[in-house]
């Protein structure tokens, strides 16, 4: 399962963990960090990046806040993080691993944002070797 910070990925998170729950298997959170992040120069420049040591930061603050959130579950919960451009080391993560399927939340962007900033969800699908499961985000309601 492939993480991030927001809403839609969380409810993908407890999609898989609901499915993981039914079958007894075990669920392996994922975020990717950059390797080349570079510092970035001024807020106002809007060029900004974090380094590599507080990208790793927020990784891991990432995936144990969902793991914290999961705890209700019966199931065994893990956490990778993974080095590279985003959709290409998640796959080489689910190429290494072979998990039996992959939960990603999908946030239904209007078309236009969606061809400026690209779709994770839509190239992962594109190169996973394993099946993907994607939790859209009209399909849940934040109650």
Same mark, same amino acid.
């Given at each position: 399962m492939?993480v991030?910070q927001s809403d839609?990925s969380?409810?993908a ?5 609901t499915?993981? $729950?039914?079958v =007894?298997a ?7 960090v /950059?390797?080349?992040?570079v510092p970035?120069? %001024?807020e #106002?420049?809007?060029?900004?990046r974090?380094s590599?040591a ?7 603050? *990432? ?5 914290? $959130?999961?705890?209700d579950?019966? *199931?065994? *919960? %893990?956490? $990778?993080m993974?080095y590279? %451009?985003?959709v290409d080391?998640?796959?080489e993560y689910? $190429?290494?691993?072979r998990?039996?399927?992959?939960? *990603? =939340?999908h946030r239904?962007?209007? #078309?236009r944002q969606?061809q ?9 699908i594109?190169?996973?070797p394993?099946? !993907?499961t994607? !939790?859209?985000?009209? /399909?849940?309601v934040?109650?």
């Amino acid at each position: 399962m492939s993480v991030d910070q927001s809403d839609v990925s969380t409810a993908a998170v407890h999609e898989a963990a609901t499915r993981a $729950e039914e079958v =007894g298997a075990a669920l392996t959170l994922v975020h990717s960090v /950059q390797r080349d992040i570079v510092p970035g120069r %001024s807020e #106002s420049d809007g060029l900004v990046r974090e380094s590599l040591a507080e990208a790793e930061d927020r990784a891991w603050h *990432i995936l144990n806040s969902h793991k914290v $959130e999961l705890s209700d579950y019966d *199931i065994p *919960i %893990s956490t $990778e993080m993974v080095y590279g %451009s985003g959709v290409d080391a998640v796959v080489e993560y689910l $190429e290494s691993n072979r998990p039996e399927a992959v939960y *990603i =939340g999908h946030r239904d962007l209007p #078309s236009r944002q969606e061809q400026l900033e690209g779709s994770f969800a839509k190239r992962l699908i594109g190169k996973s070797p394993v099946p !993907v499961t994607v !939790v859209r985000k009209s /399909q849940y309601v934040t109650v």
